[in-house]
């Protein structure tokens, strides 16, 4: 049964198992688990991060194509969603409107991309994909009438999905109910859908070809495999499961700016996530996702505590003042690179084997 | 025999560099041709050239009479055309079955033809779920030929299979081009071990500088020393 569920492609090694379980329970008891807004807010982000991660994989990890443009994917789903609700109205058909729309112009767009640009070298089609992904987000921000400009779009989505919204008026296992915590369980259920979507994608026929295509395409199509339809194909996917990641974002968060879903620094994000958890595998994204957004959250409490713990050593409170928490999260990715060259998916696989 | 693959006044380039100068060349029918010749005589720009891997810049590539040049890479091998590179071209991270199924493309692998295969190989039954990039030098070819011959095709390229093995893997895959035969394969074999050009030829063309120098049968430059010498010198010999 979850061999079926999972394609076939099981974690692999206690101690990889052991992790992606813990995170997929975690995710899944969040709201019981660890009460409160912000310990959701960081679960949710998780929950589409991962998916957001596991597509940028599907292009960089199993075919080798390297493209900046996934944020504007991302970015336009948010968005699709944000725009419709203004402009339709709160409701389920304003937001599957703005979905629909948001899925048509990102398939429209990385095929446009896909098939002008993959025929030429890697680096070229990674320069293009920065330059489309550059306008892309100049046009958001200019054009204020439609997206809000840099301020950015509130909106409001139906009232089943809001904190207002009690399923019951007593706690169910001491925890209230809310449209709050039901949005967070949808959130999770999706990712959690579109993981095992991408893991059977992967696992199947076409899967294996985009990883012959990354180890050598001239190979591959000796083989009798068109690579550019593949790359495309490979391509455009990755981009409508962004898509709906972003669309999950603005949900999650009932906004949408710039800085929210276009932003360069998340693609900078998207990269780092892909490599300390392991390229071409899926669970490396499920361990990425959790680690780099548990430390971006949560860094800055810890070092709090311990410059209060260190109080009297010299230097050390200094070094440990939450304000250099950026510091010392680059120390971290450092050493995770040094440390887990292959990845943290890879380097577990690799001691067990 | 009817002749399956023909080249007629090919010339190929490669950048700048005029590497084909006018090849013709024959592979009939069910036969195993073999093409010999120095290192840098232009044999595997010749392959590369069959297979659409370089585009030939004038003359006729011809299969069944139809002509390739105007065809892409993955257009020629579904007509029917395999090639084994001289770096096998095996996909290391995948595993033997995962190569092999890559090899039959939408089709699922026939049992029977998948039972003669691990007669002919039988390192491929024993390493199935193995990652390629942890087999032998010799496993790994073995794999590059069963994925050239998993599904039926019409003509089988292959660039200097012996490469660096040991004699008791040349043995099994002199054996392997001998099955191959039977099974009415035809194979344009490019070899620079004489011993297994011997063994397993039918027709052989020897180039030189980018241009055929010498057509006939295997046998009868078996036989002659002197050709051998004239047309192949020392090099063949060494490996001999």
Redesign the interface.
């Known amino acids: 049964m979850i061999d079926r569920l999972l394609s076939g492609d099981l974690p692999r090694g206690r101690v990889l198992s052991f992790l992606v379980l813990a995170v997929v329970l975690a995710l899944a008891l969040a709201p019981i688990l660890f009460p409160g807004q912000r310990n959701l807010d960081v679960a949710a982000r998780i929950c589409v991060f991962i998916v957001l991660v596991a597509s940028y994989d599907l292009l960089l990890g199993y075919t080798g194509i390297v493209s900046f443009a996934h944020t504007m994917f991302f970015g336009i789903g948010a968005y699709g969603v944000a725009i419709a609700s203004v402009r339709l109205g709160t409701g389920w058909d304003a937001l599957a409107i703005g979905l629909i729309a948001a899925l048509s112009l990102s398939a429209a767009l990385a095929l446009a991309i896909g098939l002008f640009s993959l025929r030429v070298r890697a680096i070229f089609f990674a320069m293009v994909t920065l330059a489309v992904a550059s306008a892309f987000q100049i046009l958001a921000s200019q054009l204020s009438w439609l997206t809000g400009g840099e301020d950015g779009l509130t909106f409001r989505i139906p009232a089943v999905l809001t904190p207002g919204f009690r399923l019951s008026e007593e706690p169910i296992l001491g925890v209230m109910i809310t449209g709050r915590t039901l949005l967070y369980w949808g959130v999770f259920l999706v990712s959690a859908s579109l993981f095992l979507v991408m893991l059977r994608m992967v696992n199947a ?1 076409f899967g ?2 985009l ?2 295509i ?3 395409d ?10 550019v339809v593949y790359r495309t194909s490979a391509s455009v996917l990755s981009a409508l499961i962004a898509t709906l990641a972003g669309a999950m974002m603005a949900l999650w968060l009932r906004y949408n700016g710039p800085a929210t879903t276009l932003s360069f620094s998340i693609m900078v994000d998207i990269l780092l996530m892909v490599v300390i958890g392991g390229m ?1 595998s899926l669970y490396g994204a499920i361990l990425g996702a959790t680690l780099f957004i548990l430390a971006q959250n949560y860094l800055q409490d810890l070092m709090k505590q311990a410059a209060a713990a260190t109080q009297g050593v010299p230097l050390l409170p200094e070094l440990l003042h939450p304000d250099r928490w950026l510091l010392w999260l680059g120390v971290l990715f450092v050493l995770s690179v040094y440390f887990f060259p292959s990845g943290i998916v890879g380097r577990l696989r690799g001691v067990e084997r | 025999m009817a002749e399956l693959l023909s080249l007629a006044g090919v010339h190929t380039h490669i950048g700048r560099y005029h590497i084909l100068e006018g090849v013709d060349l024959i592979a009939p029918e069910g036969e195993l041709t073999m093409l010999l010749g120095r290192n840098g005589a232009g044999k595997t720009t010749t392959l590369k050239t069959i297979i659409g891997l370089h585009r030939a810049s004038a003359g006729a590539v011809r299969f069944q009479s139809r002509d390739l040049i105007p065809l892409r890479t993955p257009e020629i091998a579904r007509l029917g055309i395999a090639y084994v590179p001289e770096d096998m071209g095996i996909f290391a991270g995948l595993t033997v079955r995962e190569n092999l199924v890559l090899a039959a493309r939408e089709r699922e692998i026939d049992d029977r033809r998948l039972k003669w295969l691990f007669g002919l190989f039988p390192p491929l039954e024993k390493f199935w779920q193995l990652r390629a990039g942890f087999l032998s030098g010799g496993q790994k070819q073995m794999l590059a030929i069963g994925r050239a011959v998993i599904e039926p095709r019409r003509l089988i390229l292959i660039d200097e299979p012996t490469k660096g093995l040991a004699p008791a893997i040349v043995g099994a895959l002199i054996e392997a081009f001998r099955e191959l035969k039977r099974a009415g394969s035809t194979i344009l074999l490019v070899e620079q071990n004489f011993h297994v050009a011997r063994s397993v030829g039918d027709g052989v063309f020897v180039m030189d500088t980018g241009r055929i120098t010498h057509a006939g049968r295997m046998a009868e430059l078996a036989e002659d020393a002197g050709l051998q010498r004239r047309l192949l010198g020392l090099s063949l010999d060494a490996h001999q």
Do not use: D, H, I
């Open positions: 026929p294996r070809v990883q012959a990354r180890e050598n001239f190979r591959a199509e000796a083989l009798g495999y068109r690579t071409g």
